[in-house]
């Protein structure tokens, strides 16, 4: 299927890995001029080189940022001034007590989580409105629903994302622009692999073994009983971005295996 997207610019933030680098492949593989983004330079600048050896004719550029400082982020917007497509996907986690969570630690989800896809879209969004056209993610998670008891804070900005993110396409009425979020479930990313991998090790089982017993016991409402793939988020994604998708807006789609339990 031709998403539509050549000509397009595309800015992915967090896309150095996980589910912002699967998005970033797909989009640039569709044609999208993708903008690579990542807190170390030289990280950026040698995945830029990597990709664009990986995928000839595909466009690549990147650009370093720490989206906990707000200099940096307008760094970014100097010089990136317009996308046509904005994937608000970083952001941090971290499992914690609640009542172990400082102010400090509340603050910084917050800043990265929350005010990062603020920050940007505060910028690119009235563009998008003045052109008529654009498209904006908000990468959240199915902790926004179900928010997860061993990082309270973590699920309170996924939550966050989605208030913003209907509120923004409120803004959108009577145009082509649209602004949805996406609600990925258990993915299997590195630092997940990671974690089960030495899971796997300390109980002396497979990793295979491993993966069985957490949807058993750590996720059991999940439907399809394993991880979603980075790819398959990145293919709701794309879709999304696309001029085919542009009767879905103000939604917040779920990409979680059936974890949540609703119908809606």
Known sequence: M????????????GSTAGIGLAV??????EGAEVILNGRNPEKVAALVDKLSGELPGAKFRGIAAD???????????AELPEVDI????????????????????????????????VRLSRHYFPQMLAKNWGRIIFVSSESALQIPTEMIHYGTTKTAQLAVSRGLAELTKGTNVTVNSVLPGPTFSEGVGDFIGNM??????????????????????????RFATTQEIANMVAYLVSPLASATNG????????????IA
Do not use: H, Y
């Open 67 to 77: 989206f906990s400082k707000a200099d940096d982020v307008n760094k970014l917007l």
């Open 24 to 29: 970033a492949k797909t989009l640039a593989q």
């Open 86 to 117: 904005l994937i608000n996907n970083v952001g941090i986690f971290e499992p914690k007590n609640f009542a172990d969570i400082p102010d400090e630690d509340w603050m910084r989800f917050f800043e990265v989580n929350v005010l990062s896809g």
């Open 200 to 225: 796997a090790t300390m109980n002396q089982v497979s990793v295979e073994e491993m993966e069985k017993d957490f949807f058993k016991n750590a996720r059991p409402t999940s439907i399809i009983q």
């Open 251 to 262: 939604a917040a789609i779920r990409v979680d295996g059936g974890v949540t339990k609703t």
């Open 2 to 13: 031709d998403l539509q997207l050549s000509g397009k610019t595309a800015l992915v933030t």
